[in-house]
Structures are given as structure tokens and as C-alpha cells.
């Protein structure tokens, strides 16, 4: 895998890793997050790891290189929602 690629796994778990709470302590502002949706172009990068299994890398787009066409990238979507478990988390 290119060394700017992170397995496709780990950048879900980056982007959906958030707390569920914004504040500020000095203007006294709270909000809940219950849901989000979040869109982006990303490039991947299919390779067989050293046990031989399929693996799926990962990247923003990072090479920027003029084009009388634009690059076509591949897009990811994710559609996220809070849901408590039966012990109330």
C-alpha cells in the first residue's frame, strides 16, 4: 500500500469518532450530536497484505495535478446515528 494510504477501516473509525458533544465553558453553549452525515471524495488503494488477504486503503485526495479534465475520484458516504444500547450507553 502507498505510505500516505491508511487501511479504509481506520479512517471510518477516525471520521466517526466523535464524543456526541460540542460546549463552550465561556459562552455557555451546549449541543447534543444524535446524527450526521458526512461526504467526501476519497482515493483507495486495493493490495494484498503479507498473508495474501485483500485489503482496501485509503486517502483523501492528495495529488493535485492540472488537467484540462477533472480527475473522476471514487466518493464515500456515511450516515451515522446514535442509538442506546439495552444498558442505556
Do not use: C, W
Not at 469518532?17 to 459562552?27: L, R, S
Not at 450530536?33 to 497484505?49: G, M
Not at 492528495?62 to 458516504?77: A, D, E, G, N
Amino acid at each position: 500500500m502507498d505510505e500516505a494510504f491508511i487501511p479504509l477501516s481506520k479512517m471510518i473509525e477516525g471520521v466517526t469518532d466523535i464524543n456526541g458533544e460540542i460546549y463552550t465553558d465561556d459562552q455557555s453553549i451546549h449541543s447534543y450530536i444524535y446524527a450526521f452525515d458526512v461526504s467526501t471524495p476519497i482515493e483507495l488503494d486495493v493490495f494484498k497484505d503479507e498473508n495474501g488477504k485483500l485489503q482496501i486503503g485509503s486517502v483523501p485526495p492528495i495529488y493535485r495535478v492540472p488537467t484540462t479534465f477533472r480527475p473522476l475520484y471514487h466518493s464515500i458516504s456515511l450516515n451515522l446515528e446514535k442509538i442506546k444500547k439495552p444498558d442505556g450507553n
